[in-house]
């Protein structure tokens, strides 16, 4: 372990579970400071108690909805107050919802926005003077939907492809102020928020979850799911001086199920 990040904090949203917790884990393995924000109080303490158990440094978490400015403001405050520096920005919160077209009401898609996206911009513009200070890195943690859309998945599509289109067009002020921004685009991954999406995909096929779960594998050739700690070791990467000149762009983590060239 090279310890890379030791004196660095990074800031992981939806950091309490999941591929986010992976993330804040393997940075923490480095030496980071990591700052974990989510909803759930709960869950936040259960994932730093975790990270320090595996001999991380204790995380400071922060508990708020995420979905709202107050909420940002809440983990701006908190990581600015104690230490005054941010060097990465993970933006990794989202609970985008699955389902029949016809019957997500529109408060499906106000949600999925309102925390995965506008969540990710409110953090991106509180924080960025921090990371321009600290000629940091800031990686969104998005979705194969954004590129492969599908009908039952048309909340999270959406969002996705707005999320990665902000992420590339944000590159050129990145550029500017020496920050680099990049793209995470994790495939099916195993964690509870993939088997929820299982439900709703099940619920909007008529199917089982189990069927859904085993077409998942079959119709993308892939040979096993994805792993939280797939993504996470890609955002370490990407967040050291070793990538400095990978900028801008967006990088699948999904075992080939990406059909297209792009």
Not at 10 to 26: D, E, F, L, Y
Not at 116 to 126: E, I, N, P, Q, Y
Not at 215 to 231: F, N, V
């Amino acid at each position: 372990m090279t310890k890379e990040f030791t004196g660095k904090v990074v800031v992981v949203t939806g950091g309490s579970r999941g591929i986010g917790r992976a993330i804040a884990a393997a940075f923490a393995r480095e030496g980071a400071q990591t700052v974990l924000a989510a909803a759930s109080a709960a869950n936040l303490a259960e994932a730093a108690k975790a990270i320090t158990a595996a001999g991380g440094l204790a995380p400071m978490t922060v508990a708020g909805d995420l979905r709202t400015l107050e909420g940002c403001q809440q983990v701006f405050d908190q990581v600015n107050a104690r230490f005054k520096r941010c060097d990465a920005l993970v933006n990794n919160a989202g609970a985008t919802k699955g389902g029949k077209f016809s019957d997500q009401p529109d408060a499906d898609w106000t949600d999925g926005f309102a925390l995965k996206f506008f969540g990710a911009v409110r953090l991106t513009r509180l924080f960025w003077p921090l990371l321009k200070e600290a000629h940091g890195n800031i990686i969104n943690v998005i979705g194969g939907a954004s590129r492969t859309p599908g009908p039952e998945f048309l909340v999270g599509g959406a969002v996705n492809a707005a999320f990665a289109n902000f992420s590339k067009g944000l590159a050129k002020m990145g550029n500017e102020d020496d920050i680099n921004i990049n793209v995470i685009h994790p495939g099916s991954t195993q964690t509870d928020r993939i088997e929820t999406l299982f439900v709703q995909y099940a619920k909007a096929q008529n199917k089982t979850v189990e069927q859904v779960r085993a077409e998942a594998l079959s119709k993308s050739g892939l040979r096993r799911m994805g792993q939280p700690e797939d993504s996470a070791e890609l955002a370490v990467f990407l967040a050291s001086d070793r990538a400095r000149h990978i900028h801008g762009t967006a990088i699948a983590v999904d075992g080939g199920a990406t059909p297209g060239y792009y």
